[in-house]
C-alpha cells in the first residue's frame, strides 16, 4: 500500500492542469515528429508482468491487470497517433486457464466490463478508426464474454485505418494447428462453387463437342476415357447403373452438383455415418474409373506457406517489431508464425504497467534508426568500419 | 487489501456514459468539422509551422540518439573485448567445465543460429567443441540457406579434428554424431562402439554430442509438408481433420526435425529469428549481446549459459 501512496506528491504534481497540459503538448510533438521517419506498420505486444507488479506492489493481481490495462490504452494512442496501422497484443494465452479461478475469472470479468465501456462509447472509438478484432480459439471463452465481444468487433468493424488485434484465448501452436486444421478441411472438401460459377463454359457441354469431334474423326481418342461417353449422356437421367455413373457424373458436371455432393456420397455407402470409409470408397472407385485424380478435391501439392498463412487467425502483414515487456527472453507461444522471419523482437527490461510513452519511444527510435541504416546500408557499414 | 480495487469499482460505477465521454474529449484527435472562415487561414498556415517543428524535432532526436547509439556500440565492443580475454577457453576443456560449474543448470538442447560467412565451419566446430565441454548433449545448428548440409562427413572431420585440439587424445573426449533432418544421421566410424571396449567404464562415460543442421526449409516448410500429407490423407479418408491436434503435430515435428530447444544463442546485433523453426521457438529462451558485432565468441556463448543458469555474472573472477 505504501508503494502506491508514495508516489502521490508527484502524481498530484504531474495532474496540475498546467503541467497536464504541456506533458500533452510535448507528447504530441514528439509523436508528430516521430511521423517524419519511416513507422512500423504492424507492433505486437506481449503484455508481460501484471502479476509481477501487483506482487511488488502489494496489491492484488487483478488490480495488477487493471494498471496493466490503463498502459495499454496509453500505448495504443501512441501507436495509433504515430500511424502504426496494426497493433497486435496477447491479451490471455490458452496456458493462462491453468491459472487460479479466482484470477481467470477476474481478467474475463474485466475483458467484459472494458467490453461493454467500449460500446457505450462507439463513436470515440471510431475517431481513432481502429477496429477490433478477437483472434483464438473462441469455444474456450465464456458466453457472456464472447457476448460483448461480438458486439464489439460488430460495431467497429467498418473502421478501416487501423486495426487492434486481441488476441484472447490464443496460443501459437494453437494457431499453427488451426490453420493446418482449416487447410486440411479445405483440402478435403469440393472448392466453393462460385469459382466455377464465374465462367461461362460448362464442362459436359464441352466434353460433348470433343466427343462428336472424334466421333466424325476416328474412333482412336474412346480408348482413352471409356466410361464417360455414355455416362455424359446419363447425367441428366436417374442413376440406373449404380455407383460408377454417380461418381464419374460428378466428375463431369461438378457446376450443377457441387451443391450436393455429401448426398450423393451417402446414396454410395451404406451407412452414412461411416463418413471416412465412404470416403475411401469412393475415392478407390474414382481411382477404378480410370482417373487417377479428382477433379473436385483440391491438389495438395498446391498447399504453400501461403495457404496456411492464408488460414491463420491474424489476417495481416507480420508485424515489424515485437515488443516484450518484463524482462523474459521468450516468445511465450506468441506469433510464431509470424515472428520467426523478419520480425525485431524487443525484450524491455521493466513491468508492463509501468510501460509508456518513454519507454516505448527509444525502441520505436531504435527501429527507425536501424531501419534508415538498413536503407542506406552501405554508408552504414563504412561509418561503423570506420 | 482489497479496498483501492473496490473504490476504484465505486468510481467507475458512478461516472455514466456521458461524462465519461466528457472527460475523455480534450485527448481525442481533432475532427475538422465547424471551420470558420479565421480558422481556416489558421490551418493552412499552422500545419507548415508545425510540419517543420516536427522534422526539425525528427532530426535532433535522431542526432542524439545516433550519438547514443555510437557510444552504446563503443561500450558493448570495448566490454566485449574486455570479457573475451578475460573468459578466453584456452581450447582447454577444463577452463570451460569451470566457467561452468556454479551455474544451477545447464541446456540439455541448445541452438545456435549462425550467419553465412567465410569462418562459418570454424565457427561450427568451436561451438561444438565448447557444447561438448560444458555438458550440452543436443546442438543444433541453424544455418539459413543450408550450406551446412552439403558434406555432413567433411563437417564431421573438421569437428572431430577440433575436438582433438580440445580434448587431445583423453578418453574422455566426446563422441560426436551429426546429423540433419531427411538426411541419414552421420555418426562416427572411427568412434569405438561402447559395448565392445567397455572394459573399464571409461569409453561407457564418454559423453556424446549430437549436432543437428538445419536451415530454413525445416521450419515453414517442413509445417507445409505435413499440411500436404495430412491434407492428402484426409482426401484419401484416413484422417478427419479434428483429428489434427496440436500434439499429433509435435510428435511429428519433434521426430522428423528435433524437439523445442532450452536455449537459442544469436550472433547478431539484434533479435530476428531470420526463419528458425517456429513451432520448436515456443518456449525457448532467447539470448543475444546487444549491439553485438564480433561474431561467435566464447564470451557469448559463456554469458548466454550463465543467464540461463540464472548466476550473476561478474566481470573478473
Known amino acids: 500500500m505504501a508503494t502506491l501512496h508514495s508516489g502521490s506528491l508527484q502524481r498530484w504534481l504531474l495532474s496540475l492542469p498546467p503541467v497536464e497540459y504541456a506533458l500533452q503538448q510535448v507528447r504530441e510533438l514528439l509523436i508528430g515528429s516521430l511521423k517524419c521517419g519511416p513507422i512500423p506498420q504492424h507492433i505486437a505486444f506481449i503484455m508481460d508482468g501484471n502479476r509481477r507488479w501487483a506482487r511488488t506492489h502489494h496489491v492484488e493481481t487483478v488490480e495488477g491487470h487493471h494498471m496493466g490495462f490503463e498502459a495499454l490504452a496509453k500505448v495504443l494512442e501512441v501507436c495509433y497517433k504515430s500511424g502504426v496501422e496494426y497493433v497486435t497484443i496477447y491479451a490471455f494465452s490458452i496456458e493462462n486457464f491453468k491459472r487460479s479461478k479466482y484470477e481467470v475469472d477476474g481478467l474475463m470479468d474485466m475483458a467484459k466490463t472494458k467490453l461493454v465501456q467500449m460500446s457505450q462509447h462507439g463513436e470515440l472509438f471510431d475517431r481513432y478508426g481502429a477496429a477490433v478484432r478477437i483472434l483464438g480459439d473462441r469455444s474456450l471463452v465464456r458466453d457472456d464474454v464472447l457476448e460483448q465481444v461480438d458486439k464489439a468487433v460488430e460495431m467497429t468493424k467498418d473502421n478501416g485505418s487501423a486495426v487492434l488485434n486481441v488476441c484472447f484465448p490464443y496460443t501459437g501452436r494453437e494457431e499453427i494447428v488451426h490453420s493446418i486444421r482449416e487447410t486440411v478441411k479445405d483440402y478435403s472438401s469440393a472448392p466453393p462453387e462460385k469459382r466455377k460459377e464465374k465462367r461461362p463454359f460448362s464442362e459436359t457441354h464441352i466434353q460433348r463437342n470433343i466427343r462428336k469431334g472424334s466421333q466424325l474423326e476416328s474412333l482412336a481418342e474412346e480408348q482413352e476415357m471409356p466410361a464417360e461417353p455414355p455416362v455424359a449422356e446419363t447425367a441428366s437421367m436417374p442413376s440406373s447403373d449404380a455407383e460408377n455413373t454417380s461418381v464419374s457424373e460428378q466428375d463431369l458436371d461438378s457446376s450443377s452438383h457441387l451443391a450436393h455432393p455429401p448426398s450423393s456420397q451417402t446414396s454410395l455407402s451404406p451407412s452414412p455415418d461411416l463418413q471416412p470409409s465412404s470416403r475411401l470408397d469412393l475415392y478407390a472407385q474414382k481411382k477404378s474409373s480410370s482417373r487417377s485424380k479428382s477433379p473436385h478435391l483440391p491438389d495438395p501439392e498446391n498447399i504453400s506457406a501461403e495457404t496456411l498463412t492464408r488460414n491463420t487467425y491474424i489476417n495481416c502483414p507480420p508485424p515489424e517489431l515485437l515488443i516484450r515487456t518484463s524482462g523474459v527472453n521468450r516468445l511465450s507461444d506468441f506469433m510464431l508464425w509470424q515472428v520467426h522471419e523478419n520480425t525485431e523482437c524487443k525484450f524491455i527490461d521493466c513491468l508492463w504497467p509501468e510501460f509508456n510513452l518513454w519507454k516505448f519511444l527509444p525502441a520505436l527510435v531504435e527501429w527507425q534508426w536501424s531501419q534508415k541504416k538498413a536503407m542506406n546500408g552501405n554508408g552504414g557499414e563504412r561509418a561503423k568500419a570506420a | ?317
Open chain 2, 1 to 317: 487489501m482489497v479496498a483501492p480495487q473496490q473504490a476504484r469499482e465505486v468510481r467507475t460505477a458512478q461516472l455514466s456514459a456521458q461524462e465519461r465521454e466528457r472527460i475523455l474529449k480534450p485527448y481525442l484527435p481533432k475532427t475538422n468539422q465547424g471551420a470558420t472562415h479565421q480558422q481556416r487561414h489558421k490551418q493552412r498556415i499552422r500545419p507548415v509551422i508545425r510540419r517543420t517543428i516536427h522534422s526539425l524535432l525528427f532530426a535532433i532526436i535522431h542526432l542524439i540518439f545516433s550519438i547514443y547509439i555510437r557510444i552504446r556500440q563503443a561500450y558493448h565492443a570495448v566490454l566485449g573485448q574486455l570479457l573475451a580475454v578475460l573468459y578466453y577457453h584456452h581450447r582447454t576443456p577444463e577452463l570451460i567445465k569451470r566457467d561452468v560449474s556454479g551455474l544451477t543448470k545447464v541446456p540439455k538442447h541448445l541452438s545456435l543460429i549462425l550467419d553465412r560467412r567465410e569462418s562459418l565451419l570454424d565457427d561450427v566446430c568451436e561451438s561444438a567443441a565448447w557444447s561438448a565441454c560444458a555438458g550440452v548433449s543436443m546442438l543444433s545448428i541453424y544455418e539459413k540457406t543450408g550450406i551446412l548440409k552439403h558434406s555432413l562427413p567433411h563437417l564431421h572431420r573438421r569437428i572431430e579434428r577440433t575436438m582433438t585440439s580440445y580434448y587431445g587424445n583423453s578418453p574422455n573426449k566426446p563422441s560426436i554424431s551429426l546429423r540433419a533432418p531427411h538426411l541419414p544421421s552421420y555418426s562416427p566410424p572411427t568412434s569405438p562402439d561402447p559395448s565392445i571396449n567397455g572394459h573399464d567404464g571409461v569409453s561407457s562415460q564418454r559423453p556424446h554430442l549430437t549436432i543437428l543442421l538445419i536451415d530454413a526449409s525445416d521450419g515453414r516448410q517442413t509445417l507445409v509438408d505435413l499440411t500436404k500429407t495430412l491434407a492428402e490423407m484426409s482426401q484419401h479418408g484416413k484422417l478427419s481433420p479434428s483429428d489434427i491436434s496440436s500434439k499429433l503435430i509435435d510428435a511429428e515435428i519433434t521426430e522428423s526435425v528435433m524437439g523445442e530447444p532450452d536455449l537459442l544463442i544469436l550472433f547478431g546485433a539484434k533479435i530476428v529469428l531470420e526463419g528458425y523453426p517456429p513451432w520448436q521457438a515456443r518456449l525457448t529462451e532467447i539470448y543475444h549481446v546487444q549491439d553485438h558485432a564480433g561474431g561467435v565468441g566464447y564470451h557469448v556463448f559463456l554469458r548466454a549459459l550463465r543467464k540461463y543458469g540464472q548466476a550473476e555474472f561478474r566481470v573478473g573472477r
